[in-house]
């Protein structure tokens, strides 16, 4: 069964998220509640894993190739561009 989760990021570099690692579908980033949101499409009958995130500022380096550009997220004077 296909279901759309979210998950709250931290303003890091790189961090892992715990979803369903096959059928995992980044759809969505914003903010909600001044927390920054990832929201993905999952399989729900797939096992857990541990999904790459990377938040890259404006000017840095994004940190490899073969990641996803999901969308960017305004927050307050930065912008995080989010990968997976």
């Given at each position: ?39 993905a499409d999952v ?38 561009h989010v990968y997976?």
């Open positions: 069964m296909r279901t759309v989760w979210k998950f709250e990021l931290q303003r890091e570099r790189h961090q892992k998220i715990q979803a369903p690692s096959v059928g995992f579908n980044a759809i969505h980033v914003g903010t909600q509640d001044g927390t920054l949101q990832l929201w399989e729900t009958e797939e096992g857990i894993g541990a999904i790459d995130v990377w938040l890259v500022g404006t000017g840095h380096e994004v940190p490899h190739a073969g990641i996803e550009y999901v969308g960017s997220i305004m927050d307050n004077f930065f912008v995080w997976v």
